[in-house]
């Protein structure tokens, strides 16, 4: 499965989860993801809601860039975002605490 899927089902898991989906909601922000081998993608989290998107848009509150395979663990939960951001896999530009807010928030709707 690849990131952007796996994302899209943790937007639709959410709906069971609503605690969870008011937390992201609330972050108020769009993200960036810059796939390094695979086609962009962004997600918006405000508003009541999670979406997921194809392709790009601005402005973004930040912009995260990493290969499919290293977001795809990240999400999984395979990979820690910040062993992966130390190693140079994962750039973040921008707000990264809210990146970090969104990286917790989805592993906790992925278990």
């Known amino acids: 499965m690849s990131s952007i899927e796996l994302l899209m089902n943790v937007a639709k898991s959410l709906d069971g989860l609503p605690d969870l989906k008011k937390e992201i ?27 997921v998107t194809e392709g790009t848009t601005q402005p973004a509150a930040a912009t995260i860039t990493a290969s ?24 973040i530009s921008g707000d ?7 990286s917790s928030s989805i592993l906790k709707a992925r278990k």
């Open 68 to 91: 499919e395979q290293v977001l795809t663990d990240l999400f999984s939960g395979k990979l820690d975002g910040v062993q992966a951001f130390m190693q140079g896999k994962l750039k």
């Open 96 to 102: 990264i605490f809210s990146v970090q807010k969104l």
């Open 25 to 51: 909601a609330s972050i108020n922000k769009t993200f960036q993801f810059n796939v390094s081998d695979g086609a962009p993608f962004y997600v918006r989290a405000g508003e009541g809601a999670v979406t």
